[in-house]
């Protein structure tokens, strides 16, 4: 294929005019006409004579063609892409007496776009309607209908193949209008040209430069329509609408969506006055530039070094003939060099084409600041010397300026845009040879004007596909599997042991219900309560078994299904070595057929017809989180492991498990076993965000950066859906090319994560305002303090009561879980969370006006920045490096005047790095900013405990439960603040904060402490209750049984006392003034120690 590309030099197009419809002469019925085609103000032939009238179509048939070079020729790619075909249809008119020559009028004109050619070789065939030329009789009335001309178009081969496509793109610039011009030029009339330009690259040595000339003073009363048709850049002879490019009505991005200058809502208002009550300069002109594979690389490496691409812009007088000039005289004023054809009001708008290196964006459009030219910073921001005035100086020295009084006026026009030609003596940007003096320092003065002003151009770059291809969601997903394959949920195939004990319970169940029958029919269906007659019943049941041989045909038929769970489930195929093997075997495998007899019966028979109750666990998954946490808090992390494994071993499909899981390890700096973690978290569930963020996190932490590229990318294709998770998961990718130093990326994630985290919190007050407006208030923690309240005048009774009301199950959900939102206190600070929908409408007129100022938009909300939100997030899952980054990123936002969140959230990452006097600092200037946050004083007791200056923890805690508002994590600020009063021997106070802790979250500790306080007060009772909530929690803690036996031994329990004190010696008691307690009394007493 390349061999064949490299041979195809050129491309013939073909252009055929079938015929015209409903043309009218200028003179009778009967009209004569030609149609003449024309490329780049060349012509490609005429088409014979043919006569048509009002109601007969004129059938020209008239076929001509021109080459497409595919190399350094005449008519290349790029004439084809931005140049249309131009069609005139000429009436001839009949001869008058003595005319020697016939006569010919242009009636009308049409172009045609070859682009659709550039990717197909089908034969296109369209209807054009034929514009008219002024005057011509095709004008008609507004009810006249309307002329047209059937063409068709193709070539032999695409012009450009699909590989070729890839490797290449077409770059359209528009350029719109100038607003906010200068106060001379709303004045100076129609005398003066305006000019835009800029370089686009055609190889690594040579730049083109594209210049729209002609742009047209227009002002404030003639409105700009909403959609404009677009002029074509270059169409030489084209006259009235034939200029514009067909079907080209084209309206701006909205507001919001702009890239440039002054898309924030502040200059909102500037804008609406600047569009619609200024005069302003319009060239509405597009080009298209094609890029081949060398021109395309150039200008994206181009946009990558400097980001910056230059649009200059200037005034210029036209070059008057000599005539004109000599007829002017010799004025000396002020204005005598620019009649001369010097360029003045040079200025440069800096157009940031960044965003087009995001993957998938095409499209860049908005605002941007003109600015004086100046040479110096043009180099310095655009690293290029040359300047698009010596292009303008060079045409303008050589040319008129085009009146568009005929179509050939106009293409010489359009021709000296595209060809360079000799250079002027005075009107250049840049130093001539003629003159020691540097006329951009000249002009800057006049340009100084774009500064006060505030001018602004409106341009749109647009390509026809990305530069850097965004991946589809497919092909994530499949590089997902690649990396992680799916684990699907198998189907539970039943065999084996299982199966074994399966067709044992079977067998019992039939041989039960066959052994009731007899029993029925022997002792009939009466209950029998006394013992006696029960016995002598059973003695009739077995005599009726035996004499009959049932007895034997039950064994019988309960003898297969042993013999399978002798095989399956103790895998016992072969003769025992002994008798005593023989008999312990016997033994155990006795004992677990009457067990599992015993739990089959239960399920098969019911008494009275009432089922039985089923035995639920009183621990389950969100308690043993609970647990885990709570030893994590106390750095008992062997402990924490324990519980995650049990929650694994419970269901070992739960997504949920092995995320927590993994995080632990992550705390722990167990990496590798995190990161199998949240792998089989992504092989159990392919779309699981947070698991694939994770997985991603630890993946950058492993330095496998394309794997985690393609976690993070897969994350923000699924939370593109609609997931409420986007906004978090364009952060992280953003993060992640932070790390990678990818900036311009890094730059497009971030702005998608606050316009999503923007969408977020509109929809989120959208759905809060109709709860508001029927009077309804969230719900305070007025009710929460009372209850607390009403917990601390419990008495030692309460304790039994918290049992009675329900189990650790029931209240295994923990209160305060989540911090509550601030807003009050969070600033918004991106671009997207500044933008407005809509500049155009100050005041509503409808009568709801009123009520309208309660609807949430995107200029009333103001949410959380998501640094922050990334940042609590990651923490909370342990990413401790990517929270630093994002904290960072906050910092830098914020410009050093963050918010209380932020220095929470620092001291978080601190304590964890145990950091603890770097935390207390964050922690102060947190209380300085908001000295009623909770979860500040909260964080403040906590590194004052863990730095054992217990009596600063114990006032941060206590401030903390002050507050109206709980902090985010309440369970350890009730364990450590009880544990201090118990130090203190403040029992009273840690049994009341112990309940508190019992109260939302009951776990071991809790009760344990409970029961400790209760012990030091003297109340027994309740400490043995609440001591034996403990064991039920956790029956392997050495400090619950210490304080058991201590109970025993109060109440005189000998062997209670020593079977507790076995437990806590066992189970390795660390405690040893409690110890010391322990063998005090027992010597005391004289029991509970076996020893003594």
């Not at 005139?88 to 003595?98: A, N």
């Not at 490496?301 to 812009?313: H, S």
């Not at 936002?893 to 620092?906: E, K, M, P, R």
Request: proline fraction near 4%; include cysteine.
């Amino acid at each position: 294929m390349a061999e064949l590309e490299t041979q195809r030099t050129s491309e013939t197009i073909l252009i055929t005019i079938s015929r015209a419809k409903k043309l009218r002469g200028s003179k009778g019925e009967i009209l004569t006409s030609y149609a003449k085609v024309e490329f780049d103000g060349k012509s490609l032939g005429d088409s014979s004579k043919v006569e048509s009238t009002g109601e007969t179509n004129a059938e020209y048939n008239f076929t001509t063609s021109f080459d497409c070079s595919f190399m350094d020729g005449h008519l290349t790619l790029d004439d084809v892409a931005s140049k249309p075909v131009l069609i005139t249809i000429i009436e001839v008119l009949p001869k008058e007496k003595k005319q020697k020559e016939e006569k010919s009028a242009p009636l009308g004109q049409c172009t045609i776009d070859l682009l659709p050619l550039f990717h197909s070789n089908q034969p296109v065939n369209c209807s054009f309607e034929l514009h008219p030329v002024v005057g011509a009789t095709v004008e008609g009335g507004l009810d006249a209908p309307k002329p047209e001309l059937d063409i068709s178009m193709s070539v032999n081969e695409a012009l450009i193949e699909q590989d070729q496509n890839l490797q290449s793109n077409l770059l359209t610039v528009r350029v719109g209008s100038a607003y906010s011009i200068p106060d001379p030029w709303s004045s100076s009339g129609s005398q003066y040209n305006y000019v835009v330009g800029l370089p686009v690259p055609v190889n690594a040595d040579k730049d083109i430069s594209v210049i729209f000339s002609n742009g047209l003073l227009r002002s404030a009363a003639e409105k700009e329509q909403y959609k404009r048709a677009i002029k074509w850049y270059s169409v030489p002879n084209a006259v009235s609408s034939s200029q514009y490019i067909p079907n080209s009505a084209h309206e701006r991005v909205p507001f919001d969506e702009e890239k440039g200058d002054f898309a924030t809502k502040e200059y909102a208002e500037f804008r609406r006055e600047s569009e619609h009550d200024k005069n302003r300069i319009t060239w509405d002109i597009e080009k298209r530039c094609y890029l081949q594979p060398e021109a395309k690389s150039l200008f994206q490496n181009k946009i990558a070094q400097t980001r910056l691409w230059p649009v200059e812009i200037m005034r210029m007088v036209p070059s008057q003939p000599k005539a004109a000039v000599a007829a002017a005289g010799s004025k000396k004023d002020k204005g005598a060099s620019e009649e001369e054809g010097n360029l003045s009001y040079h200025g440069v708008a800096y157009v940031d084409l960044a965003p087009l290196l995001y993957p998938g964006v095409c499209t860049v459009s908005g605002a941007f600041r003109v600015l004086p030219y100046n040479e110096h910073e043009h180099a310095e921001k655009t690293k290029q010397k040359n300047t698009i005035a010596e292009d303008v100086a060079r045409a303008q020295s050589s040319t008129s300026r085009v009146t568009g009084s005929s179509p050939v006026q106009k293409g010489k026009g359009a021709a000296a845009r595209d060809h360079p030609v000799a250079p002027s003596k005075k009107g250049s940007a840049t130093k001539q040879p003629e003159s020691n003096v540097d006329v951009v320092d000249l002009h800057n003065v006049e340009a100084a004007a774009y500064v006060d002003c505030k001018t602004y151009l409106y341009l749109e770059f647009s390509l026809a596909h990305p530069l850097v291809p965004r991946r589809e969601p497919e092909e994530l997903a499949n590089s997902v599997v690649e990396y992680i394959p799916s684990r699907p949920k198998m189907k539970r195939v039943v065999g084996g042991a299982t199966k074994a004990v399966e067709d044992y319970h079977s067998q019992l169940s039939s041989v039960a219900v066959m052994v009731l029958d007899e029993f029925r029919q022997v002792c009939g269906n009466e209950v029998v309560d006394d013992p006696h007659k029960q016995g002598e019943a059973k003695k009739q049941l077995m005599y009726q078994l035996n004499s009959t041989g049932k007895y034997f045909a039950f064994k019988e038929q309960l003898k297969h299904s042993i013999v399978k769970i002798v095989r399956e489930k103790y895998l016992k195929t072969t003769s025992f070595k002994s008798n005593d093997e023989l008999q312990q075997f016997l033994t155990e495998l006795y004992v677990y057929l009457v067990d599992e007899m015993h739990s089959n019966l239960q399920k098969v028979l019911s008494v009275g017809g009432q089922p039985q109750e089923s035995i639920e666990p009183m621990v389950d998954s969100t308690q043993l989180k609970r647990f885990a946490q709570e030893a994590v808090v106390n750095e008992e992390y062997e402990m924490a492991s324990k519980y995650y494994q049990e929650r694994l071993a419970n269901d070992d499909k739960s997504t949920e498990h092995w995320l927590d899981y993994g995080t632990f390890n992550l705390l722990i700096g167990n990496n590798t076993k995190a990161k199998e973690c949240f792998m089989e978290a992504v092989a159990l569930e392919q779309t699981h965000l947070e698991g694939l963020l994770l997985y991603g996190i630890m993946c950058t932490i492993d330095q496998s950066y394309k794997e985690a590229e393609t976690m993070f990318e897969r994350a923000v294709s699924l939370a593109e859906n609609g997931s409420e998770f986007a906004s978090m998961a364009w952060t992280v990718l953003a993060l992640f090319y932070d790390s990678q130093g990818n900036e311009i990326r890094a730059e497009h994630s971030y702005l998608e994560a606050n316009k999503l985290n923007l969408l977020a919190a509109v929809n989120k007050a959208k759905a809060e305002l109709p709860a508001v407006a029927t009077g309804k208030q969230p719900k305070d923690d007025t009710e929460q303090g009372e209850s607390e309240n009403e917990a601390e005048e419990t008495d030692a009774g309460s304790v039994l009561k918290l049992r009675a009301v329900g189990s650790a199950k029931s209240v295994s959900t923990i209160k305060g879980s989540k911090a509550p939102t601030r807003k009050d206190t969070l600033r918004a600070r991106s671009s997207a969370e500044n933008s407005v929908t809509s500049f155009d409408v100050k005041h509503s007129n409808d009568p709801q006006s009123d009520n309208q100022h309660t609807m949430p938009t995107t200029e009333t909300v103001n949410p959380e920045s998501i640094f922050l939100q990334a940042a609590r997030w990651l923490i909370d899952h342990k990413a401790l490096k990517f929270a630093e980054i994002a904290l960072s990123q906050e910092l830098l936002t914020c410009n050093g005047s963050c918010n209380a969140d932020y220095f929470i959230l620092l001291s978080r990452l601190q304590l964890m790095r145990k950091q603890y006097k770097e935390a207390l600092e964050s922690l102060k200037s947190a209380t300085s900013l908001d000295n009623e946050h909770p979860d500040a004083w909260a964080m403040m007791g906590h590194v004052y405990y863990i730095s054992s200056d217990f009596t600063s923890a114990q006032d941060c805690y206590e401030r903390t439960l002050a507050f109206i508002n709980d902090a985010s994590e309440m369970h350890s600020i009730y364990l450590r603040l009880a544990s201090i009063y118990l130090q203190e021997e403040q029992f009273v106070k840690a049994k009341r904060t112990f309940l508190l802790a019992c109260k939302y979250s009951p776990t071991c500790v809790s009760w344990l402490g409970v029961g400790t306080a209760c012990y030091r007060l003297g109340e027994v009772s309740e400490a043995e209750n609440a001591l034996a909530e403990a064991n039920i929690l956790n029956n392997s803690n050495p400090d619950v049984w210490s304080y058991l036996s201590l109970v025993c031994l109060k109440t005189n329990r000998k062997l209670e006392a020593e079977q507790a004190y076995k437990y806590a010696v066992k189970l390795g008691l660390q405690d040893e003034q409690v110890f010391q307690e322990i063998r005090s009394l027992q010597k005391s007493l004289g029991f509970g120690n076996p020893n003594l």
